[in-house]
T-cell receptor
Framework: DAGVTQSPTHLIKTRGQQVTLRCSPISGHKSVSWYQQVLGQGPQFIFQYYEKEERGRGNFPDRFSARQFPNYSSELNVNALLLGDSALYLC??????????????FGPGTRLTVL | GDSVTQMEGPVTLSEEAFLTINCTYTATGYPSLFWYVQYPGEGLQLLLKATKADDKGSNKGFEATYRKETTSFHLEKGSVQVSDSAVYFCALSRNAGNNRKLIWGLGTSLAVNP
């Protein structure tokens, strides 16, 4: 079975540009979460979506937005890119959004470099 | 707010040495606790988990026990291998609320020499 897939693998943009990152969850999973991992640090939570609704938002500016489609895939959009947005963007999928524990499965990430 | 603190790396060990990576947390209520591993060039993989106090998670020879009294979840392995070289992340997830976001430590890099 395919795991979580993300595209593109790598991306280079310049300051001020906009970027869209894509994620396809594991088949049957209805929840997608996005994390930003700056080099040398742990991931930081950006968004969680479940059944196309936003269930949580981390401490990121409004330049970051996301959506989930009827097939449960998701896009993360970042506008007006800054140098500090350079990071590995991780997508994780899970069966549902809540419960005592619901394991999140991670994709390989999209490496974004802002010049 | 909730937070995770783990020992700084890098940690360098010889093969078959004993490994401990310390992790402590701050959280309201009773979170679930996790160790994830990130091998070079790969994505994050769940290594083990514990969902309540005194639970012991184990996988691939690694173990960690959820200690509520010390708010800790230290990772241990009795005999490391070269293939264990990776970055290890401790994380928590609160068991209440509308979502299950993971809150992460900074990661501890482990290098095992033959």
């Amino acid at each position: 079975d395919a795991g979580v897939t993300q595209s593109p693998t790598h991306l280079i943009k310049t300051r001020g540009q906009q970027v869209t990152l894509r994620c396809s969850p594991i088949s049957g999973h209805k929840s997608v979460s996005w994390y930003q991992q700056v080099l040398g640090q742990g991931p930081q939570f950006i968004f969680q979506y479940y059944e196309k609704e936003e269930r949580g938002r981390g401490n990121f500016p409004d330049r970051f937005s996301a959506r989930q489609f009827p097939n449960y895939s998701s896009e993360l959009n970042v506008n007006a890119l800054l140098l500090g947005d350079s990071a590995l963007y991780l997508c994780a999928s899970s069966l549902i959004a809540t419960g005592v524990y619901n394991e999140q499965f991670f994709g390989p990430g999209t490496r974004l470099t802002v010049l | 707010g909730d937070s995770v603190t783990q020992m700084e790396g890098p940690v360098t060990l010889s093969e078959e040495a004993f490994l401990t990576i310390n992790c402590t947390y701050t959280a309201t209520g009773y979170p679930s606790l996790f160790w994830y591993v990130q091998y070079p060039g790969e994505g994050l993989q769940l290594l083990l988990k514990a969902t309540k106090a005194d639970d012991k998670g184990s996988n691939k020879g690694f173990e960690a026990t959820y200690r509520k009294e010390t708010t800790s979840f230290h990772l241990e392995k009795g005999s490391v291998q070269v293939s264990d070289s990776a970055v290890y992340f401790c994380a928590l997830s609160r068991n209440a609320g509308n979502n299950r976001k993971l809150i992460w430590g900074l990661g501890t890099s482990l290098a095992v020499n033959p």
